[in-house]
Antibody, heavy 124, light 107 residues
Framework: EVLLVQSGGGLAQPGRSLRLSCAAS????????MHWVRQPPGKGLEWVSG????????QYAESVKGRFTISRDNAKNSLYLQMNSLRPEDTAFYYC?????????????????WGQGTLVTVSS | DIQLTQSPSFLSASVGDRVTITCRAS??????LAWYQQKPGKVPKLLIY???TLQSGVPSRFSGSGSGTEFTLTISNLQPEDFATYYC?????????FGQGTKVEIK
């Protein structure tokens, strides 16, 4: 069974940093691209960032580019999102998601498993 | 970036109804589109990918169609467990954008 267990998050002041983690099990983690998706409370889904199976390709939404960094450690079956210079508009539930394929550039590849989500609140 | 516009944003329906949700892309994306279902307090669940391929375990009352810029998700014989919010997602570009969602509520 595919399992994505998230940790991290919580309350941060504007301008500060937080790091999210996503521990994977039940599949060959190093074969698949991974993504982060966020959802402000009561609102819709927003794709945040993605990383290819070997970390060779990383992409970011314009809203977080230059502030957030996605990374992975295949030896630890873990995905990370380092969030710097946080803003109130970054407040959201953050989900890690597994892509069906390993190449970030591959078209048509959906997100077939999701973490449980973790709430990030940015407020003074 | 590719923008997705879903319609309607909200719909009210009864058990047993057939409902259709539309997703329009700002540029052609072939059939590189997925649909997800999200229930309150739950994580999104993949329903359909490649515009019309049903994910394993998803009931056959769900179906998808379309290509290019216009896509539809149809739920035939709506069941109580289908009341949720539905999102389309384009899988054509690096930036895997979502539509704004369609909330299906009980009439």
């Amino acid at each position: 069974e595919v399992l994505l267990v998230q940790s991290g998050g919580g309350l941060a002041q504007p301008g500060r940093s937080l790091r999210l983690s996503c521990a994977a099990s039940g599949f060959a983690f190093d074969d698949y691209a991974m993504h982060w998706v966020r959802q402000p409370p009561g609102k819709g889904l927003e794709w945040v960032s993605g990383i290819s199976w070997n970390s060779g390709s990383r992409q970011y939404a314009e809203s977080v580019k230059g502030r957030f960094t996605i990374s992975r450690d295949n030896a630890k079956n873990s995905l990370y999102l380092q969030m710097n210079s946080l803003r109130p508009e970054d407040t959201a539930f953050y989900y890690c998601a597994k892509a069906r394929g390993g190449d970030l550039a591959a078209v048509g590849v959906p997100f077939d498993s999701w973490g449980q989500g973790t709430l990030v609140t940015v407020s003074s | 970036d590719i923008q997705l516009t879903q319609s309607p944003s909200f719909l009210s329906a009864s058990v047993g109804d057939r409902v259709t949700i539309t997703c329009r892309a700002s540029q052609g994306i072939s059939t590189y589109l997925a649909w997800y279902q999200q229930k309150p307090g739950k994580v999104p669940k993949l329903l359909i990918y490649a515009a019309s391929t049903l994910q394993s375990g998803v009931p056959s009352r769900f179906s998808g169609s379309g290509s290019g810029t216009e896509f539809t998700l149809t739920i035939s014989n709506l069941q109580p467990e289908d009341f949720a919010t539905y999102y389309c997602q384009q899988l054509d570009s690096y930036f895997r954008t979502f539509g704004q969602g369609t909330k299906v509520e009980i009439k």
